[in-house]
């Protein structure tokens, strides 16, 4: 007969020990604690406006991100054998990429998106936009994080635990490598994670990077901004379909260019930063004009207004558009900025930098920054300019009070040294920085708002474009002196983030289209453009001074008369007034369809037109 153990009562029975969690049990715990921690650190900017806040929530709505972050977490511990210090580290990327998009919300009205790593270049103009204490305080809290857990790891029973051997760090490394490669790839359909989130039914908000953060999380965001196909390869798309092409726009400029005399003109295109009208924000009201030095100027020259690719951002998208006639709208919503996904990747790129320098234009380009942004010294070289001027090339550097950057006049004298001293007639593509965010006290008497929100920021930015609208007139009045015919392209970017409801989604957001205007130093007129995109800024003035054109120019004509500018999926008319795509004719079909072609053709394509679209008919070929 069995006898009870020890000292127990005869018939008594020996109680059963508690279970012990494994160290795999352990591990999971801890590190699925972690994750809900790490998600609702990169997830709360997010959904503060979007579901009260309750950020809590966040690891719940976007589980496909959690089951992310927890896989590369667990891949990580296996690695190094550790816990803690995978978790600290993950923790404190977390907190560094919410913190930089909370950020870029607030001054750009934009999240972060996956070509925002090149920002790290330029820290000088990263600092510039941030608190001076928030650099000390970000690197006091990520030691100290990463401090503990270390320590944690130090002390912990649970680490001495795991000893992982070789086999299990292979397997480990193989699955993140896998999960890595997967996130670098989202954005390709067949791709699991990206079938996760479809699966889910997530939509993505294509028109707005703030909204596609808030439905779909940090994650899902982020990886959808990543690289993908630029533009689907139309139907059709080949050598003999560019042919019909070139050769029924070859025609229409060569019909067009029958009356017109080629005459050698400066042209001189600028982007000014941040540049807008005041009068067209609803609701803001200010003690004076900011453009009163060049209202007149303006209203009698031809005007109109253009669409900007973002509010609060997207000056590098507005360059392209304006330099190559084409359309960021036809390009697949992850291309962000086509400069840094393969304009500066080709020994030449398509543009009409290409064809005035055919015409005997010496080619300039200026922008009043260093040249660490969007890669511009090798799209500047792609796209052919002679000679490219950053802000350490520059002669003229003053400032305007206590403004960090070039001022707009200092940039004009630049300028108008370029036209002076060249032999040749110039084409000077020139963009300004003055007016870049953040807008601080920088100015001793800033135009405050009588009535809006955003006061100090607001000030200083209205004092800013009245110190560009004076340098421009300062600019004309120099060029009135010039004997050479001159002509200025000036057109403004985008609004900054600054201002409170405004409505800035969707193909009519009225309020944050900024002026164009057109001017000679010969004979003006008091035009009406109307509402146009930056891609047909060069064609319309090529009309304006009545110059033989391209076919690129001719078929950019067509477009602008017939059809209007595309956006997105949306198309508005010359009015600015959204076209309804699917009641479009069958001649504003065909040349939507012709556009999608040439785009693709001399963006990613074989590029079959590109000789004929750029050069003027009956001109000898290029060698």
């Not at 750009?108 to 000088?124: I, K, N, R, S, Y």
């Not at 790891?153 to 299990?168: E, F, H, I, N, V």
């Not at 909204?211 to 993908?228: E, K």
């Amino acid at each position: 007969m069995t006898r009870p153990h020890g000292n127990a009562p005869h018939g008594a029975q020996t109680p059963r020990p508690k279970p012990r969690l494994s160290t795999l049990d352990h591990v999971l715990l801890r590190t699925g604690g972690a994750v809900l921690l790490i998600q609702l650190v990169l997830d709360a900017p997010a959904l503060a406006g979007n579901i009260g806040g309750w950020a809590l929530l966040a690891p719940f709505l976007h589980w496909q991100g959690t089951l992310l972050v927890w896989s590369t977490l667990l891949a990580l511990v296996v690695l190094t054998g550790r816990v803690w210090t995978p978790v600290a580290a993950m923790l404190v990327l977390a907190g560094a990429l919410s913190v930089a998009s909370t950020i870029k919300m607030s001054l750009l009205g934009e999240p972060m998106v996956a070509t925002d790593v090149e920002f790290v270049t330029t820290p000088e103009l990263l600092l510039a936009m941030v608190p001076r204490w928030t650099v000390p305080a970000a690197v006091l809290a990520s030691g100290t994080v990463l401090w503990l857990g270390r320590r944690m790891d130090r002390r912990s029973r649970l680490t001495d635990a795991l000893r992982p051997g070789r086999r299990q760090r292979i397997v480990a490394a193989v699955a993140l490598t896998v999960l890595l490669a997967s996130a670098a790839m989202f954005g390709h359909r067949l791709n699991p994670l990206r079938a996760a989130w479809d699966a889910s039914g997530a939509t993505w908000a294509a028109w707005s990077h703030a909204d596609n953060l808030r439905q779909n999380g940090f994650l899902g965001a982020l990886l959808w901004s990543l690289p993908s196909e630029a533009m689907e390869r139309p139907d059709g798309y080949g050598p003999s379909t560019m042919s019909q092409i070139t050769d029924r726009y070859t025609a229409a400029a060569a019909a067009q260019n029958a009356d017109r005399v080629d005459h050698p003109w400066n042209i001189v295109l600028v982007l000014s930063e941040s540049f807008a009208d005041p009068d067209q924000i609803e609701g803001l009201e200010l003690r004076e004009d900011p453009l009163d030095s060049i209202r007149n100027v303006l209203v009698s020259s031809a005007h109109g207004q253009t669409t900007p690719a973002g509010y609060g951002t997207g000056t590098s998208t507005m360059e392209f558009q304006a330099l190559t006639g084409q359309s960021i709208g036809l390009f697949s919503p992850q291309v962000i900025s086509p400069y840094q996904r393969f304009v500066g990747e080709t020994p030449s790129y398509p543009s009409a930098v290409d064809f005035v320098s055919r015409r005997g234009l010496r080619t300039v380009a200026l922008h009043s920054f260093n040249d660490a942004l969007y890669n511009r010294p090798e799209v500047y070289e792609s796209l052919g300019f002679e000679k490219v001027i950053f802000d350490s090339d520059m002669t003229h550097v003053d400032r305007v009070e206590d403004n960090p950057f070039i001022s707009d006049a200092a940039t004009f004298d630049e300028v108008l040294d370029e036209l002076t001293t060249s032999n040749d007639p110039v084409f000077a593509h020139v963009v300004t920085m003055q007016n870049h965010v953040p807008h601080e006290d920088w100015y001793s008497d800033p135009i405050e708002p009588r009535v809006g929100s955003n006061p100090d920021e607001i000030g200083t930015w209205a004092r800013g474009i009245a110190h560009s609208s004076e340098a421009l007139a300062g600019f004309i009045r120099n060029l009135e002196d010039l004997d050479e015919p001159t002509a200025v392209v000036y057109y403004g970017d985008h609004l900054p983030a600054i201002f409170d409801g405004l409505d800035v989604d969707g193909a009519d957001a009225v309020q944050t289209r900024t002026p164009v205007m057109i001017w000679t130093n010969r004979v003006n007129r008091p035009i009406d453009l109307g509402v146009l995109g930056p891609q047909y800024l060069l064609p319309a003035l090529y009309d304006t001074l009545d110059l033989p054109e391209p076919p690129m120019f001719a078929f950019l004509d067509e477009m602008r008369h017939e059809l209007g500018t595309v956006i997105g999926g949306s198309v508005l008319d010359a009015s600015g007034r959204e076209i309804d795509v699917d009641a479009l004719s069958e001649r504003q079909r065909d040349l939507l369809e012709d556009y999608r072609l040439i785009q693709y053709d001399l963006s990613i394509g074989g590029r079959h037109a590109a000789e004929k679209l750029w050069s003027l008919p009956g001109a000898p070929a290029a060698d």
